[in-house]
């Protein structure tokens, strides 16, 4: 089945960028997804990519995939406060699945 | 407001207790899902309906039963529970289950304690 691997804590300085990484292992994922998760509340679909593009960006996030590495990023921009949450990045569990295969989360901790 | 609304929020119950988990989304969806969040691993998915019939049960105990009585509703029934069943309990729905974009919309879950 599919494997979903990120980094478990990521602390930046507020106004600096975040960078959270995922690897995953079906090459043959559609669509990638990641979400924010706040203290007490459910995940909240942020962006995602179709496999077939490079870069998406939408306003202070950047997703970029590397399909020959299986590597999925979220840059987030002038990192506030406010980002302070737990990130998710979900992948299709197979080839024409419906099911999303989660990674355990990135905590990003914005220092003031 | 993510258009799927779960009750209650919070849940202490006993062992022997029987108690029901709901869920309901506003968003014209077809698929629902239970899932269960626990500290330190990644999201385990638990039952899927698609169009009120469940077409995924992920090896759940049977101390937990699902209900969808319609699309817009999704119920978890609890009967008998364990300590090591205390979690975060995540509604989710989606357009339908095709391969197409997908994304999942989360309620803001339910924290499940047993005593």
């Known amino acids: 089945g599919e494997d979903v691997e990120q980094s478990l804590f990521l602390s930046v300085r507020e106004g600096d960028s975040s960078v959270i990484n995922c690897t995953y292992t079906?090459?043959?994922?559609?669509?990638l997804y990641w979400y924010k998760q706040e203290p007490g509340a459910g995940l909240q679909l942020l962006t995602y990519i179709f496999s077939n593009m490079d870069m998406k960006q939408d306003q202070r996030l950047t997703v970029l995939l590397n399909k020959k590495d299986k590597h999925l990023s979220l840059r987030i921009a002038d990192t506030q406060t406010g980002d302070s949450a737990i990130y998710f990045c979900a992948v299709p569990s197979g080839a024409g699945s419906y099911q999303l295969t989660f990674g355990k989360g990135t905590k990003l901790s914005v220092i003031p | 407001e993510t258009g799927v609304t779960q009750t209650p929020r919070h849940l202490v119950m006993g062992m022997t207790n029987k108690k029901s988990l709901k869920c309901e989304q506003h968003l014209g969806h077809n698929a629902m899902y239970w899932y269960k969040q626990s500290a330190k691993k990644p999201l385990e998915l638990m039952f899927v309906y698609n169009f009120k019939e469940q077409t995924e049960n992920n090896s759940v105990p049977s101390r937990f039963s699902p209900e969808c009585p319609n699309s817009s509703h999704l119920f978890l029934h609890l009967h008998t529970l364990q300590p090591e069943d205390s979690a975060l309990y995540l509604c989710?729905?989606?357009?339908?289950?095709?391969?197409?974009?997908?994304?999942?919309?989360f309620g803001d879950g339910t924290r499940l304690s047993i005593l």
């Open positions: 079906d090459s043959s994922s559609t669509y």
């Open positions: 989710a729905s989606s357009q339908d289950l095709t391969e197409r974009n997908q994304p999942q919309h």
